[in-house]
């Protein structure tokens, strides 16, 4: 029986936010430059508005500029585009995020390629996505960058570990991959055709869930020792008829197992946001020529 750490996101993300803080105090100090993040929320989902609503009061709490668009649901994709050029060429936002998913009239590949890359604070347009492939600086997706710093809290070096991504979306997957191999990992992105997964899952030193289904890898799926991150956000239903959320990892079983792993609510959810503003203070920098503060 191994004795598991549970890796606190909602502890790592606080502590990234207050440095943040520091970090962008000194900038306005030093040279008047306020960082701007530019949300855009077309229509009314729930879920997006609680999500675009934490990430406006973070951006505050961190001494960010924020600034809300938010469009109607019939909202056609001229407009939102037109809206995406003016921000571009808004000197005081730095940061520009639409949150997806978009309605159906509105072609998303086209609306994130519009976004000037420098501005891409979500790590989605074609330019920063070949930056990340080819090893050049570029805007990462924030979930992947959250991901690197949580495994960073259990193994400080990565150079030589064997690393399992279990998802190739692009969001995730994908830039992850990447991510990884600059961290001098060996990785493989296993997914559902991937012959014998659990027997790949058991290579892994650091193992990554990021697939959408709750409960798939289970204890016996992971070598012991082993990191592990969990992705996944699922809501299930349980035996009450309530809902809950559930990772991609069964954590009863994974306990016990893994030398590390992420709770699901509070592992990987809380980095996402947190690595947005980091995001958004790295842009503002590079677009001003300026370095980042020290914390």
Not at 216 to 228: E, F, H, R
């Amino acid at each position: 029986m191994v004795q598991t750490t549970i890796i606190d996101g909602k502890a790592i993300a606080a502590q990234l936010r207050a440095d943040l803080a520091s970090r962008i105090a000194k900038l306005k100090a030093a040279h008047g430059l306020v960082p701007g993040l530019a949300v855009v929320l077309v229509g009314e989902d729930p879920a997006s508005q609680v999500y675009v609503r934490n990430k406006a009061k973070q951006t505050v709490e961190a001494g960010m500029a924020s600034f809300d668009h938010r469009l109607e649901a019939e909202t056609s994709e001229t407009a939102l585009l037109d809206l995406i050029a003016s921000l571009n060429g808004e000197p005081s936002v730095h940061g520009i995020l639409v949150q997806l998913p978009l309605p159906a009239q509105i072609d998303t590949a086209r609306v994130l390629s519009a976004i000037d890359p420098a501005k891409d604070v979500d790590g989605f347009h074609p330019v920063n996505v070949g930056r990340l492939a080819s090893g050049e600086d570029a805007l990462s997706p924030c979930t992947p960058r959250g991901c690197i710093i949580l495994a960073k809290h259990a193994r400080a070096d990565l150079t030589g570990l064997e690393a399992v991504v279990i998802g190739r979306s692009n969001i995730v997957g994908k830039p992850l991959l990447q991510l990884l191999l600059r961290e001098n990992c060996t990785v493989t992105v296993a997914h559902s055709k991937t012959s014998d997964l659990p027997g790949v899952a058991r290579r892994a030193d650091l193992l990554f869930a990021a697939v959408g289904r709750a409960g798939l890898v289970t204890g016996d799926w992971i070598k012991p020792g082993a990191t592990v991150i969990d992705v996944g956000i699922n809501r299930i239903d349980t035996a009450e008829g309530k809902t809950k959320l559930a990772g991609d990892v069964d954590f009863a079983s994974a306990q016990g197992v893994a030398g590390a792993i992420t709770p699901v609510p509070g592992g990987v959810g809380p980095m996402t946001i947190a690595c947005l503003l980091a995001n958004t203070l790295d842009a503002a920098c590079a677009i001003n020529g300026q370095e980042a503060p020290a914390i």
